[in-house]
Each structure stands twice: as structure tokens, then as C-alpha cells.
């Protein structure tokens, strides 16, 4: 069966509409895509026109006034070249002994300024190697308010980098007292209850007998302290020196000869 030929001119008109709808069709799904996707719609637009008019504004108004130059001014112009005496440059001219002797002169004066290669030095053996102690306050059960490991022993003298990590629910710090001062530096740290500034002062008592603190840590925080032991060997004493801690949370540094 043949359409072209035997096709009646209905059947024709009825293809070609069914062509038409297609086409319009198709231009209405483009139509649509585009104004969904806010093509045409630059919001920039206004204001960067504005902004190009007003730059040519500005360009127009800076040259307002401005003098063409006359034959007058351009004689001047051109005198200021010609009072110009040639420059005498001191340089050596490249190719002659005095050049070649600017060259040295040049290196000599270079190599003075460089710094000489290191020389390996002889590996001292390093006295302020810093110790790394780790201290815990107990996460579990929470709120037991205790150090772990509550006893370390480190070298007089020492540079110490700890690190206080606070696995609990409370509030702790770390604070380092001088030997025997546990008791006394725990009751400043009671008093601190009804210091209005205590939280500033993160719970340490303002007290010579202090050697080294961490601030007041968060649970689950951490905090990173480098100090210097005395050079006095002994047992220090550490707390936490948030009000009423003290008594449970302490444990001793041995510091040893
Ligand atoms: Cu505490």
C-alpha cells in the first residue's frame, strides 16, 4: 500500500496538522524550559548597565578640561629632552680587561655574602629533650572525679609536654603544687566557690605554690601544658583544683634525681 499516492487529501491535512501540534509542541516545552530556568532573566543586568554608564561618565568628566597640547608645549616637552646631557655610565663596557675585572670584583663581593654551606655539626645529645606524659581523668564510670595513673615519675629538672584529656562528664583541670602543698592549694581551690571571677581564672588559684595548670577542660576535650619540673627531686602533688574535685582527684608527679 502506498500512502503518497493513494492517500485521500483528508488523510493528508490530517498528517500535517499532527506535524504542526508536534513542531508548536516542542517550541512550548522550549519556551518553557527557558523561562523555568530564568534565562532570560539576568538580575545583574540593570545594575551592571548602570555601572557601565556611570565609568564612561567618570572616563568623560576626568578629561573634561584637560588642554590638548599645542605647538608650544610640545616644543617644551621636546626641549627637556634636548638640556639632557648623555648619562656617563661607570659600568664596564662587556669585552674589555675592565669589565672583566667588575666581573671578579662582582663574584668576590657575591661568594663574601653567601652564607657558607653548613657543616654538619656533631648530634649533641639533647638535654632538654621534652618528656610526653599523658594524663586521664576517669570517663567511666562518669563523674568519678580521679586521675588515672595517678603516679609518674619524671626527671628534676625535666621540660614536660602532658597532655590532660578529659574523657568524663565534668569539668576538670590539671593543676601541678609544690611539694606538700596538696592541702593548701585544695582549700584556695574551695575557696573559689564564692570567687565571682573563678570560671576566668579556670578554678586555678592564683598561688605561688602552683608550678603548672591547664585550663578547666570540657568533657571529651583535651588540653596540651609544656612546663619545666623543679630541680628538686620529690612527690608533687597534682589536683583538680575545680571546687571540691581535690580531695578525690589527686595523684602525685615523682620527680627523682
Ligand atoms: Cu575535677
Redesign the pocket.
Known amino acids: 500500500m502506498s500512502n503518497t499516492v493513494d492517500s485521500s487529501p483528508l488523510q493528508r491535512l490530517g498528517i500535517f496538522l499532527l506535524g504542526l501540534i508536534a513542531f508548536a509542541a516542542f517550541g512550548l516545552v522550549a519556551w518553557i524550559g527557558f523561562k523555568v530556568s530564568g534565562a532570560d532573566n539576568d538580575s545583574n543586568y540593570a545594575k551592571q548597565s548602570q555601572d557601565r554608564i556611570a565609568k564612561v561618565m567618570a572616563s568623560d568628566k576626568a578629561q573634561e578640561g584637560a588642554v590638548i597640547p599645542n605647538n608650544s608645549d610640545l616644543e617644551k616637552f621636546a626641549n627637556t629632552f634636548l638640556d639632557q646631557k648623555a648619562k656617563v655610565t661607570k659600568k664596564p663596557v662587556p669585552g674589555t680587561e675592565a669589565f672583566n675585572e667588575w666581573m671578579k670584583e662582582q663574584a668576590a663581593k657575591q661568594a663574601a655574602n653567601t652564607p657558607k654551606a653548613e657543616e654538619p655539626k656533631e648530634e649533641k645529645p639533647k638535654e632538654e629533650a621534652a618528656v610526653k606524659l599523658t594524663l586521664k581523668?576517669v570517663g567511666n564510670p562518669p563523674g568519678t572525679?580521679k586521675f588515672e595513673n595517678a603516679d609518674i615519675s619524671v626527671k628534676a629538672g625535666s621540660k614536660v609536654i602532658l597532655t590532660f584529656e578529659n574523657p568524663?562528664v565534668?569539668?576538670?583541670?590539671f593543676v601541678l603544687t609544690k611539694i606538700g602543698k596538696k592541702d593548701a592549694v585544695g582549700a584556695l581551690a574551695d575557696a573559689m566557690l564564692t570567687d565571682p571571677e573563678a570560671l576566668k581564672k579556670q578554678y586555678v588559684p592564683e598561688s605561688d605554690d602552683v608550678i603548672a595548670s591547664t585550663k578547666l577542660v570540657n568533657p571529651t576535650q583535651s588540653e596540651v601544658i609544656e612546663f619545666t619540673l623543679p630541680d628538686e627531686p620529690g612527690d608533687y602533688p597534682y589536683i583538680?583544683?575545680?571546687p571540691g574535685?581535690?580531695r578525690l582527684?589527686n595523684g602525685i608527679l615523682k620527680v627523682t634525681k
Open positions: 581523668a572525679m568524663d565534668l569539668q576538670h583541670n583538680c583544683t575545680f574535685h581535690w582527684m
